[in-house]
């Protein structure tokens, strides 16, 4: 793309050089800051019941940033401004909002003072400046910017028709960027259904597509190959929940294992983050050995309850949290290499979910976990079925790598594109000026 003329040292390391006719202004010059309110009618409680046509903007990344809908407002905008979150502050979120709505506290709009700065151009300009201050951040701190820290920022003046070629530009650019990203998003979502459904069809019909089947007698269940068993889980082996302890148990010590490592994982990692004061006596009741299934035990929603993880190599010294359940299975009747695959499928959700009373938190009982119907095929064709597994899931979770790669690389192009464009690098096209 084409550079402009002349430029010159800006005197900040991420901007560097500028055109030369670009002056300096700090953004207190250029705009003023409206926080959203702290209302009890903009509370939790109250915008979920969506009592009304006007969207409550919050920090949350959820659903477009909108809280809920109330029946008033307390903003009217026939043209775009800019709304900042406070949420990760200097890693702030900044939207584009129209119409009439409302600002939950941890909220602001960003005004322009008059007609010569461009709110779409700074909506490029200040998620290049949050970008960087983000960078600037150590992960260990909790970032704070007060929006009278924000007054203090640089920004540069430049012809308002210059601005607005930018922000079409970047529109433009950025709206073809993000098509491609979220074409990519999808796929991969198709490549995880595609997954989900050869799991599940080879652990409830083996690998043969001639076996002969028989009836499971377990209406929902249906029919299985006629060489498997349908056992419940009390008769597979034994359960058991982990360990509660005070918060001055966990921090430091030895291995522990955790409700988040189960819950991201079909295979448990060999190296735990989790650390627990743990004693002989606890590390041999809640041990973590070669073959043990894990299920979380308890949270907000069904969804998230009996998520399974398989251990295949044995965690020395560890032990594992009171938010799960242990299953470890009777010598020789079930391969491990099968069971990350079978307690991971949606075979078991049926179970859970049409089992399952859900009061305040969801809580799945070892009581309920044992009357779980599991089908077992003999052992060598577990071994069977994982392989087969582990070469269908290979080839797709390659796909699926090499995707992602491909998202990130377009989301590194689009940021640099924006920082380029948006601190005079690259000179935006005649025809988008005029």
């Not at 190296?271 to 907000?300: C, H, M, P, W």
């Not at 044995?314 to 079978?342: C, V």
């Amino acid at each position: 793309m084409e550079r402009y003329e002349k430029y010159k040292d800006s005197g900040i390391e991420w901007i560097g050089e500028i055109p030369e006719d670009w002056v300096e202004r700090r953004l207190k010059y250029l705009f003023r800051w409206e926080k959203g309110s702290n209302a009890a009618s903009y509370t939790n409680e109250y915008v979920n019941s969506n009592k009304g046509d006007f969207p409550v903007y919050s920090g949350q990344t959820e659903n477009k940033g909108i809280l809920g809908f109330i029946s008033t407002y307390d903003y009217d905008f026939d043209e775009e401004v800019l709304l900042a979150t406070t949420v990760g502050a200097k890693a702030m979120n900044i939207k584009k909002v129209i119409g009439k709505f409302s600002l939950s506290q941890n909220c602001a709009l960003i005004i322009p003072k008059d007609n010569k700065s461009s709110t779409l151009y700074f909506f490029y300009y200040l998620q290049r400046l949050f970008a960087y201050e983000k960078s600037m951040i150590s992960l260990i701190m909790q970032p704070s910017l007060r929006f009278e820290d924000l007054n203090q920022y640089t920004a540069y003046c430049l012809p308002i028709k210059t601005q607005t070629a930018i922000a079409n530009y970047l529109d433009r650019k950025t709206a073809e960027i993000d098509k491609l990203i979220a074409q990519k998003e999808r796929l991969i979502e198709l490549y995880e259904e595609e997954k989900s459904a050869i799991i599940n069809q080879t652990v409830t019909r083996g690998i043969d597509p001639d076996v002969r089947l028989k009836d499971s007698g377990i209406e929902w269940l249906g029919e299985i190959p006629e060489g498997w068993e349908v056992r419940r889980l009390r008769y597979v082996g034994n359960c058991q929940n982990g360990v509660s302890k005070g918060a001055d148990y966990f921090g430091s010590g030895f291995p522990f294992l955790s409700y988040s490592d189960v819950y991201k994982n079909l295979v448990l990692p060999q190296n735990v983050e989790g650390l627990a004061e743990s004693t002989e006596i606890d590390q041999a009741n809640y041990s973590v050995i070669k073959g043990d299934i894990f299920f979380t035990r308890t949270s907000e929603t069904i969804e998230e309850i009996g998520i399974a993880s398989t251990c295949l190599v044995t965690i020395n010294n560890a032990i594992f949290s009171g938010f799960l359940i242990r299953f470890r299975p009777f010598s020789g009747i079930l391969f491990e290499g099968f069971s990350k695959y079978y307690f991971r499928s949606q075979l078991h959700r049926l179970f859970f979910v049409k089992e399952m009373n859900l009061v305040t938190r969801a809580s799945l009982s070892q009581e309920l976990l044992k009357r779980l119907p599991v089908f077992l095929p003999p052992i060598h064709e577990q071994k069977m079925i994982a392989i087969y597994l582990d070469q269908e899931t290979s080839t797709i979770n390659a796909k699926i790598a090499k995707t992602k790669k491909i998202i990130t690389l377009q989301k590194e192009y689009r940021t640099a594109l924006i920082s380029e464009v948006v601190t005079g690098k690259v000179k935006v096209p005649e025809d988008t000026i005029s």
